[in-house]
């Protein structure tokens, strides 16, 4: 694995566990009024966009002329089992926190209708789908890109302002690949051409962080006109995702290997799946051990961060482990040589 990818893939999921660590307090203890905390969490909203366009962008790359023989099957074993499997793990927890929710409905809602944190697999499968076709075919990005960057900006106006009709399922709106069509097309021009993106990427490193800068302004922009909803579903979103992307692809070639990095990486697809649970039982006992909001929210981050690890590490020693967190790379045992002492007669 390339080591700008492993470092992408732990910011988004490190941001994703802060994000949701500042959601969980919230919850707890009220939002605090502090300026440009809301903010400051729109920030941090960039990260599920970032997995989807990590996970494109690697798809375009190892499989840019079509997808193997046995793609589907392991993609059903290791990313849609665990996606069944905590469909039914949220429900059970949300039972248990509410016993008025009907649990077979609540199963439904998000295995069918991705009303749990895991719904961008729903995504990421028809981004499958749509890289298959794209190659059967022979579809050029050419005429494709802007295109998919066109449809996308008309339909997220349609999901960020949802009709009478989809009262209580409005969450389904963010699960057709057209509120990620733009997303798709960029990782995948990123990723078939990842060796020549990735050399001007390194030259021009220092005006990625140009380019950072003004998408960071170009949200608080949209923030301070109204545009407050914490979601990634925000259109505004879509220059951050690439620069937070241009950043860490840019300056991960400078940073040397790291084992944690390495160690996140390898565990971030169930620490996504696993984190929302942990932080649902322990956010009361951690937000009402301190007193203030940062030191609230970085203990629960650290907190969930490091049981969600434990765990995930636990699930993969297990028989079957990985139809429940996901395939987790495992060391390779050292090989034994036995030394054999040679006799000799005399």
């Known amino acids: 694995m390339i080591k700008e990818w492993n470092l992408l893939r732990v910011v988004a999921c490190l941001s994703i566990v802060f994000l949701h660590s500042t959601t969980?307090?919230?919850?707890?203890?009220?939002?605090?009024?502090?300026?440009?905390?809301?903010?400051?969490?729109?920030f941090l909203t960039y990260a599920t966009p970032t997995f989807i366009v990590l996970s494109v962008i690697i798809l375009a790359n190892r499989y840019p002329d079509g997808l193997p023989k046995g793609f589907w099957s392991g993609r059903f074993k290791w990313i849609l089992a665990p996606f069944l499997f905590f469909g039914v793990i949220d429900a059970l927890v949300a039972k248990h926190f509410n016993p008025n929710v009907m649990l077979e409905l609540k199963i439904f809602d998000?295995?069918?209708t991705g009303k749990f944190v895991g719904w961008f697999i729903i995504v990421i499968f028809q981004f499958y789908l749509l890289h298959y076709i794209i190659t059967k075919f022979k579809i050029s990005l050419t005429w494709l890109f802007p295109?998919?960057?066109?449809?996308?900006?008309?339909?997220?106006?349609v999901i960020n302002n949802p009709s009478a009709f989809m009262e209580g399922y409005s969450h389904m709106l963010k699960l057709p690949f057209l509120a990620w069509f733009g997303y798709f097309t960029s990782a995948f021009i990123i990723g078939k051409h990842y060796k020549v993106i990735a050399e001007k990427l390194y030259k021009f490193r220092w005006l990625t962080l140009v380019y950072l800068a003004v998408s960071l302004f170009m949200v608080y922009l949209s923030y301070e006109s109204g545009i407050t909803i914490v979601n990634s579903r925000r259109l505004?979103?879509?220059?951050?995702?690439?620069?937070?992307?241009?950043v860490v692809l840019a300056w991960g070639q400078v940073i040397p290997k790291s084992k944690i990095i390495n160690l996140i990486s390898n565990y971030s697809f169930g620490i996504y799946l696993l984190h929302w649970q942990i932080l649902r039982f322990t956010a009361p006992y951690v937000a009402n051990y301190f007193e203030h909001t940062s030191t609230r929210v970085f203990a629960l981050f650290f907190v969930t961060l490091l049981l969600s690890l434990a765990i995930i590490k636990l699930i993969s020693l297990v028989p079957m482990g990985e139809f429940i967190i996901g395939k987790v790379k495992k060391k390779k045992a050292p090989k034994v040589v036995e030394v054999r002492s040679l006799r000799t007669s005399a």
Do not use: K
Not at 237 to 246: G, H, I, K, N, Y
């Open 147 to 157: 295109i998919s960057i066109g449809v996308m900006m008309w339909y997220s106006t």
């Open 110 to 112: 998000n295995i069918v």
């Open 236 to 246: 505004d979103l879509f220059p951050l995702v690439l620069s937070v992307s241009a």
């Open 24 to 42: 969980q307090t919230a919850r707890v203890v009220g939002y605090p009024q502090i300026e440009h905390y809301q903010l400051f969490r729109v």
